[in-house]
C-alpha cells in the first residue's frame, strides 16, 4: 500500500512525479513528500501521523468559483452570505447576484467560497513593437536611474515604439551591495530604491554595484535629511497604509540587525510580536526614510510612465514581475502565511543541470494563496500594473505547477490552483486596462499554452527555439508564429544576436567547464545558416523585417540587439563566474533613440503597420 506521507501529499497538491526532458520517470520519494508537506505547515514526520492527519483532514479552505464579471454565478444555496470586494455585504437564499469585477467571499450552506468575477477573455493589445533594455545599464556611469528610463521612454515613444520593457524592479538589498540580481527580490509590492538618481557614480563596462549602491544610498539620506516636508509625501504615506508600515519597519530593522530576518532575534521573528510593535516608536524616524525612498522611487517611476504614454507609446512602460523573492526578506517577513518555508523555487534536472536547479527564491504556498482569497497575488499584479500597460509574469509555468526543493531531499512538482490564479490575473489586468505576458519557454506542462490564449494572456515567442525541426535545423517561417504572443529573436537568459552568430555562450560555458566547444560550434554554425535563409535580408535588420512580419500582436527589440553586442546579460548557472546584471549600455539613455539601427528599425516596423 502507498505510503500514507506520499497519499497526503498527493491531497495537498504534490504530484506523484514527472518525466523529465529525456522521458524518464522520477516519482516524487517519501522524504521528498514529508519535506514538502512541511513547507506547508503540515509536518507528519512519520506515517501513522500522516496516516491520521488523512483520517481527520477536511479542506476547510474557501472553494473557488470562476464567473463571468457581471454575471451570476453557478450557486443557488438555501441561504448564504455574500462580502463584496469593496466590504459591502448582502444576504438571501436562491440565486447569487450579478457580481462586478473583482474577488468576492461568500458564505453558504455551511462553507465558504471565493467568487472570482473575471472576464472570461483579455483583449488583445495593439499591434505594435517596443525596446527591451537593461535599466541598471542605462547611465554613462552608475547606476542606471528612473530618470533614465524617463529620458529613454521620450526617445523611443519619437521613433514609434509602443512600449518600453525593463528587467524587475522590486525592492531589493541595498545594504548587501552584492545580492542585486533584479530576481532576488526583497519586496514585489515595493520599488528598487537604487535606480532613484542621485550623483554620477562609477563609469566603467559594468556597473560597479560595491561602489555606487553605498553611495547613492549615502546621498539619498543626504537629501532626506535636508528635506523641509511636503504634503504630498504625507498623504501618500497616508494612503499606503499597514502595509508600507510593515515594509518600512522591516527596513529599519535591517540596519540594525542584518537584511535577512532568519538572522534576526527571535522576538522579531514577524511584525507583530511584542518587540516589533515597540520598535515601531523607537525607529520611527528611520521608517520615515525608508517611506520617504520608497515615495520617491514611485514618483520618479510614474514620471518615466508619463513620458512613455505622453510621447505616444500605446502600452507605456513593460514591467517584469519575478517569480519568486527572497526567503528572508521584507515580503516574506510581513506575510509568512502566504509563502512556503523549507523549500525553494527551482527546476527538475535537464542535460544542462542533472542535479536539478535550486533557485533560493520562497514560493507561493498554495494552501496560503487559497486561505486568503488570492489577496497576495492580486496585490503583487496590481502594484506592478499601476506603473505599467504591459506586464510580464516570469516563469509562468508556476500558475499551472511549481518545482518545490526541500533543503534536504530530491525536489517533486506542487500542483498549483492555475484557473483561479489566471482569473486574478484577468481581474488586474482589466481592472488596470492593460495586457499580459507569460513567460512560457521550457517545459511547457500540458494544456497551459491553451489556458493562457484561453485568457487572452501572450506567451513569448523566441526566434532561436522557433523550430520545425532540430538535427538538421529548420526554423519556422514567421508567418508560423501565434498572433497572441512576443515576438523576440533572444532572452535576458539567452545569446544576443552577435554572441548566438559567433557562438559566444557555447564560449563561455566551455571556458567555464573546461569543455571541447568544437561540436558545438559546428552545430552552431549549421543553425546561424539555416536561420540566414529564412530572412528577407542579411544582417540585423532581416532580423528585425522577419520578426515584424510575423502575425504575433508584439515584437520585442533588444537593446543589446540594436548596439550589435557579444555578451548576453546573464548567463544562468552562473554567480560570480559571469558578470551577470551588470554590463552597462555604451550609449546613454538620452541618446539611444538617435542611433541609425534604431531609425532603421523603426523604419521597417512602420512599413510593416507596427
Same mark, same amino acid.
Given at each position: 500500500?502507498?505510503?500514507?506521507?506520499?497519499?497526503?501529499?498527493?491531497?495537498? +497538491?504534490?504530484?506523484? $512525479?514527472?518525466?523529465?526532458?529525456?522521458?524518464?520517470?522520477?516519482?516524487?520519494?517519501?522524504?521528498?513528500?514529508?519535506?514538502?508537506?512541511?513547507?506547508?505547515?503540515?509536518?507528519? @514526520?512519520?506515517?501513522?501521523? =500522516?496516516?491520521?492527519?488523512?483520517? %481527520?483532514?477536511?479542506?476547510?479552505?474557501?472553494?473557488?468559483?470562476?464567473? %463571468?464579471?457581471?454575471?451570476?454565478?453557478?450557486?443557488?444555496?438555501?441561504?448564504?452570505?455574500?462580502?463584496?470586494?469593496?466590504?459591502?455585504?448582502?444576504?438571501?437564499?436562491?440565486?447569487?447576484?450579478?457580481?462586478?469585477?473583482?474577488?468576492?467571499?461568500?458564505?453558504?450552506?455551511?462553507?465558504?467560497?471565493?467568487?472570482?468575477?473575471?472576464?472570461?477573455?483579455?483583449?488583445? *493589445?495593439?499591434?505594435?513593437?517596443?525596446?527591451?533594455?537593461?535599466?541598471?545599464?542605462?547611465?554613462?556611469?552608475?547606476?542606471?536611474?528612473?530618470?533614465?528610463?524617463?529620458?529613454?521612454?521620450?526617445?523611443?515613444?519619437?521613433?514609434?515604439?509602443?512600449?518600453?520593457?525593463?528587467?524587475?524592479?522590486?525592492?531589493?538589498?541595498?545594504?548587501?551591495?552584492?545580492?542585486?540580481?533584479?530576481?532576488?527580490?526583497?519586496?514585489?509590492?515595493?520599488?528598487?530604491?537604487?535606480?532613484?538618481?542621485? +550623483?554620477?557614480?562609477?563609469?566603467?563596462?559594468?556597473?560597479?554595484?560595491?561602489?555606487?549602491?553605498?553611495?547613492?544610498?549615502?546621498?539619498?539620506?543626504?537629501?532626506?535629511?535636508? !528635506?523641509?516636508?511636503? *504634503?504630498?509625501?504625507?498623504?501618500?504615506?497616508?494612503?499606503? $497604509?499597514?502595509?508600507?508600515?510593515?515594509?518600512?519597519?522591516?527596513?529599519?530593522?535591517?540596519?540594525?540587525?542584518?537584511?535577512?530576518?532568519?538572522?534576526?532575534?527571535?522576538?522579531?521573528?514577524?511584525?507583530?510580536?511584542?518587540?516589533?510593535?515597540?520598535?515601531?516608536?523607537?525607529? &520611527?524616524?528611520?521608517? /520615515?526614510?525608508?517611506?520617504?525612498?520608497?515615495?520617491?522611487?514611485?514618483? %520618479?517611476?510614474?514620471?518615466?510612465?508619463?513620458?512613455?504614454?505622453?510621447? #505616444?507609446?500605446?502600452?507605456?512602460?513593460?514591467?517584469?514581475?519575478?517569480?519568486?523573492?527572497?526567503?528572508?526578506?521584507?515580503?516574506?517577513?510581513?506575510? /509568512?502565511?502566504?509563502?512556503?518555508?523549507?523549500?525553494?523555487?527551482?527546476?527538475?534536472?535537464? &542535460?544542462?543541470?542533472?542535479?536539478?536547479?535550486?533557485?533560493?527564491?520562497?514560493? !507561493?504556498?498554495?494552501?496560503?494563496?487559497?486561505?486568503?482569497?488570492?489577496?497576495?497575488?492580486?496585490?503583487?499584479?496590481?502594484?506592478?500594473?499601476?506603473?505599467?500597460?504591459?506586464?510580464?509574469?516570469?516563469?509562468?509555468? #508556476?500558475?499551472?505547477?511549481?518545482?518545490?526543493?526541500?533543503?534536504?531531499? *530530491?525536489?517533486?512538482?506542487?500542483?498549483?490552483?492555475?484557473?483561479?490564479?489566471?482569473?486574478?490575473?484577468?481581474?488586474?489586468?482589466?481592472?488596470?486596462?492593460? %495586457?499580459?505576458?507569460?513567460?512560457?519557454?521550457?517545459?511547457?506542462?500540458?494544456?497551459?499554452?491553451?489556458?493562457?490564449?484561453?485568457?487572452?494572456?501572450? #506567451?513569448?515567442?523566441?526566434?532561436?527555439?522557433?523550430?520545425?525541426?532540430?538535427?538538421?535545423?529548420?526554423?519556422? @517561417?514567421?508567418?508560423?508564429?501565434?498572433?497572441?504572443?512576443?515576438?523576440?529573436?533572444?532572452?535576458?537568459?539567452?545569446?544576443?544576436?552577435?554572441?548566438?552568430?559567433?557562438?559566444?555562450?557555447?564560449?563561455?560555458?566551455?571556458?567555464?567547464? $573546461? +569543455?571541447?566547444?568544437?561540436?558545438?560550434?559546428?552545430?552552431?554554425?549549421?543553425?546561424?545558416? &539555416?536561420?540566414?535563409?529564412?530572412?528577407?535580408?542579411?544582417?540585423?535588420?532581416?532580423?528585425?523585417?522577419?520578426?515584424?512580419?510575423?502575425?504575433?500582436?508584439?515584437?520585442?527589440?533588444? =537593446?543589446?540587439?540594436?548596439?550589435?553586442?557579444?555578451?548576453?546579460?546573464?548567463?544562468? $548557472?552562473?554567480?560570480?563566474?559571469?558578470?551577470?546584471?551588470?554590463?552597462?549600455?555604451?550609449?546613454?539613455?538620452?541618446? !539611444?533613440?538617435?542611433?541609425?539601427?534604431?531609425?532603421?528599425?523603426?523604419?521597417?516596423?512602420?512599413?510593416?503597420?507596427?
Amino acid at each position: 500500500m502507498t505510503d500514507a506521507r506520499l497519499r497526503l501529499a498527493e491531497r495537498m +497538491g504534490v504530484l506523484p $512525479g514527472f518525466h523529465d526532458l529525456s522521458g524518464q520517470w522520477r516519482a516524487t520519494s517519501v522524504d521528498s513528500a514529508e519535506a514538502l508537506l512541511a513547507a506547508m505547515g503540515l509536518a507528519v @514526520p512519520s506515517e501513522p501521523e =500522516a496516516q491520521a492527519a488523512l483520517d %481527520a483532514h477536511a479542506d476547510l479552505l474557501p472553494q473557488d468559483l470562476i464567473c %463571468a464579471a457581471g454575471g451570476r454565478p453557478d450557486l443557488s444555496p438555501a441561504a448564504w452570505q455574500l462580502t463584496h470586494e469593496d466590504g459591502t455585504q448582502a444576504e438571501g437564499a436562491g440565486p447569487l447576484p450579478e457580481l462586478p469585477l473583482g474577488i468576492h467571499r461568500l458564505h453558504a450552506d455551511g462553507r465558504d467560497y471565493t467568487l472570482l468575477s473575471a472576464p472570461p477573455r483579455l483583449p488583445e *493589445p495593439a499591434r505594435s513593437w517596443g525596446l527591451i533594455a537593461p535599466l541598471y545599464g542605462l547611465s554613462a556611469s552608475g547606476i542606471g536611474s528612473y530618470d533614465d528610463l524617463a529620458a529613454l521612454a521620450r526617445g523611443m515613444a519619437g521613433q514609434g515604439a509602443g512600449f518600453l520593457g525593463i528587467n524587475p524592479i522590486h525592492a531589493g538589498f541595498p545594504s548587501v551591495p552584492g545580492l542585486f540580481s533584479p530576481y532576488t527580490p526583497s519586496h514585489r509590492r515595493r520599488l528598487n530604491v537604487i535606480h532613484v538618481a542621485a +550623483g554620477r557614480g562609477t563609469p566603467g563596462p559594468l556597473v560597479d554595484y560595491a561602489r555606487d549602491i553605498p553611495a547613492r544610498m549615502a546621498l539619498l539620506r543626504a537629501e532626506y535629511d535636508a !528635506f523641509p516636508g511636503d *504634503p504630498a509625501f504625507e498623504d501618500w504615506q497616508a494612503g499606503e $497604509g499597514e502595509s508600507l508600515q510593515r515594509f518600512a519597519l522591516h527596513q529599519a530593522l535591517s540596519g540594525l540587525h542584518g537584511a535577512f530576518w532568519g538572522d534576526w532575534p527571535a522576538t522579531l521573528a514577524t511584525p507583530d510580536t511584542p518587540a516589533a510593535l515597540a520598535a515601531r516608536h523607537d525607529l &520611527a524616524a528611520e521608517m /520615515r526614510f525608508h517611506a520617504w525612498l520608497q515615495w520617491r522611487a514611485e514618483r %520618479a517611476l510614474a514620471a518615466a510612465g508619463q513620458a512613455a504614454r505622453g510621447g #505616444g507609446m500605446a502600452q507605456g512602460l513593460y514591467l517584469d514581475l519575478a517569480v519568486g523573492t527572497h526567503p528572508f526578506g521584507a515580503e516574506t517577513w510581513e506575510d /509568512r502565511a502566504s509563502f512556503a518555508f523549507g523549500a525553494s523555487l527551482g527546476a527538475p534536472p535537464d &542535460a544542462f543541470a542533472p542535479e536539478g536547479q535550486n533557485w533560493g527564491l520562497a514560493p !507561493f504556498s498554495p494552501l496560503g494563496l487559497r486561505a486568503q482569497a488570492y489577496a497576495p497575488l492580486a496585490q503583487t499584479l496590481r502594484r506592478q500594473l499601476q506603473f505599467a500597460g504591459l506586464l510580464r509574469i516570469d516563469h509562468i509555468l #508556476g500558475f499551472e505547477r511549481a518545482y518545490w526543493v526541500p533543503d534536504a531531499a *530530491p525536489g517533486a512538482y506542487v500542483a498549483m490552483p492555475r484557473d483561479a490564479m489566471l482569473a486574478v490575473a484577468r481581474i488586474e489586468v482589466a481592472r488596470a486596462g492593460a %495586457a499580459i505576458v507569460g513567460e512560457d519557454l521550457g517545459n511547457i506542462p500540458d494544456g497551459l499554452r491553451d489556458a493562457l490564449a484561453a485568457s487572452g494572456i501572450l #506567451g513569448c515567442r523566441v526566434a532561436m527555439f522557433e523550430r520545425e525541426g532540430w538535427h538538421p535545423p529548420r526554423f519556422r @517561417p514567421a508567418e508560423a508564429y501565434d498572433r497572441g504572443a512576443v515576438a523576440s529573436f533572444s532572452t535576458h537568459d539567452l545569446p544576443t544576436w552577435r554572441g548566438w552568430r559567433q557562438g559566444a555562450d557555447i564560449a563561455a560555458r566551455a571556458a567555464l567547464s $573546461g +569543455g571541447d566547444p568544437g561540436p558545438q560550434l559546428a552545430e552552431r554554425a549549421q543553425e546561424v545558416a &539555416a536561420l540566414d535563409e529564412m530572412l528577407p535580408a542579411p544582417g540585423m535588420d532581416g532580423l528585425h523585417a522577419f520578426l515584424a512580419r510575423a502575425p504575433a500582436r508584439l515584437v520585442a527589440v533588444q =537593446a543589446e540587439v540594436l548596439l550589435d553586442i557579444e555578451a548576453q546579460p546573464n548567463l544562468p $548557472g552562473t554567480v560570480t563566474e559571469y558578470p551577470n546584471w551588470q554590463q552597462r549600455l555604451p550609449v546613454a539613455a538620452a541618446d !539611444f533613440a538617435a542611433l541609425p539601427s534604431v531609425a532603421r528599425t523603426a523604419s521597417i516596423m512602420r512599413d510593416n503597420e507596427r
